[in-house]
């Protein structure tokens, strides 16, 4: 990697090679299209745990939002936590960067290893958790009862995949979004053959919290976004092709749970119980079974993604290793824990992970766009930056405070701080965008303090 990578510089020469480096060392491969691009993140932003996870936007309390409160929030959440992705995107295109490299300039190189090691962590478990959510959805589907060949043929895609991440990408955008478009409005269309109750029927307490939801899964692929907009032909390539691709279809797939929800499928707290209700609708519609084969094919492109950048998070660790050799064990080691583990269990271990990267991301925003705009130090050798972790850990506090999440002893004891503050979470608050606003303030503050502006 060069010291310092200079920003708003020439673009480089095109590329020969149509994949992805093998290592750090290498410079990245330009080669994604606005179209590309677009293809990436409109397959990422469907999902066969949108339509479930619906049900977090219309029962954010106890009371059931209206249908128009409830698509409401879905819009707002959803644009507003696509923005901050497309951000995330420009900065990966900008300096040719994957994302965990990009902590080095904000936390120094042995600073960013902990963001590292955390996404690391996360994105094993989402990896795994979507080889489980693939092999339900198929062992549904289809007649063989016995799960695991389910498995073990997705984490062998999801391996293949990860082995050539730039032709993947390019599969997706020619193949992949046709299909799930014609599936996503055959869905629509039977959908809304069902009597709808009055769409003002409801309350609009929890609105802001319905909205949390849809910033947060957004969000929730910051820390993956510059692993695929580094390759990008242009910054602005990159950031229509996330904002666009992946405000449409989150959009799309949360709001088509809404409809399911108040119509054909039984609201239940157990989200085993609810995904498979909801599976089960779409397939009961006439030639359903065609549509969610396409969705359970389609959500390959989630595993894929979140192991390859896996891979390229390790190499931020290791920069030398081949990003091959890394898939061949990564990938394996999904498919084993995916036959292993009770992923129900960890599901709330991994929202609780992911929460630390919204106040971290705003970090990130304030000081590469507005503090140091010049240049960005991802070099091997790039200093510690102690300061950036207090904006960083304000906006954890702010976040834990407002929603603790349900990791039983985590909750408990942050429940116990409320106590001690004599603070009450109010319905209006959103933690997403609160610890957003304190972390970026913070930042801020740090820059007029004498010397900290440019300090390393």
Do not use: C
Not at 82 to 107: E, I, K, N, Y
Not at 168 to 194: D, K, M, N
Request: proline share 6%; no cysteine.
């Amino acid at each position: 990697m060069a010291t310092t990578t200079q920003r708003n510089a020439s673009e480089p020469a095109p590329a020969v090679a149509t994949e992805a480096p093998l290592t750090l060392d290498q410079p990245p491969t330009r080669v994604l299209s606005l179209w590309d691009q677009i293809g990436l993140w409109g397959n990422l932003g469907v999902s066969l745990l949108g339509p479930p996870v619906a049900i977090f936007v219309l029962y954010p309390t106890d009371a059931a939002l209206s249908i128009v409160a409830a698509l409401s929030a879905i819009v707002v959440g959803t644009v507003l936590g696509s923005l901050l992705l497309g951000l995330a995107a420009v900065s990966g295109a900008q300096t040719g960067a994957p994302s965990m490299v990009l902590m080095r300039g904000l936390f120094g190189r042995k600073l960013s290893l902990v963001p590292t090691l955390l996404n690391v962590v996360q994105l094993v478990g989402w990896t795994v958790f979507e080889i489980v959510i693939i092999s339900q959805a198929a062992a549904q589907l289809l007649p063989w009862e016995t799960r695991w060949p389910y498995v073990v043929v997705a984490g062998a895609l999801t391996t293949v995949m990860a082995i050539r991440p730039l032709g993947s990408v390019r599969v997706l955008r020619r193949y992949a979004l046709i299909g799930v478009t014609i599936a996503t409005l055959y869905l629509f269309v039977q959908l809304l053959r069902e009597p709808l109750p009055s769409v003002t029927k409801g309350s609009w307490t929890g609105f802001w919290l319905a909205v949390d939801l849809g910033i947060a899964l957004a969000v929730s692929w910051v820390p993956l976004a510059s692993d695929y907009s580094r390759h990008s032909r242009s910054p602005r390539a990159a950031f229509g092709g996330a904002f666009i691709g992946y405000a449409i279809t989150q959009i799309a797939y949360l709001t088509l749970g809404v409809i399911a929800l108040v119509t054909v499928v039984r609201a239940s707290s157990d989200p085993d119980v609810l995904a498979h209700d909801m599976f089960a609708a779409f397939i009961a519609i006439p030639v359903g079974w065609l549509a969610f084969g396409v969705l359970v094919l389609r959500e390959l492109d989630q595993s894929f993604a979140d192991t390859y950048s896996t891979v390229v998070s390790v190499q931020n660790i290791a920069p030398k290793l081949d990003r091959r050799a890394l898939a061949l064990v990564i990938g394996p080691l999904a498919t084993v824990l995916a036959l292993v583990l009770h992923i129900k269990d960890y599901q709330s271990f991994l929202s609780l992970i992911g929460s630390v990267f919204v106040p971290m991301f705003a970090v990130f925003v304030v000081d590469y766009f507005v503090v140091r705009r010049d240049v960005w130090n991802i070099s091997a050798d790039a200093p510690a930056r102690w300061s950036r972790l207090v904006p960083w850990v304000a906006g954890i506090v702010v976040y834990q405070l407002i929603n603790p999440g349900y990791v039983g002893w985590w909750r408990t004891g942050w429940t116990q701080v409320q106590e001690w503050l004599h603070f009450t979470p109010q319905g209006w608050m959103s933690a997403s965008m609160l610890s957003f606003a304190v972390a970026a303030g913070v930042t801020l503050l740090l820059r007029l303090l004498p010397g900290r502006a440019t300090a390393a």
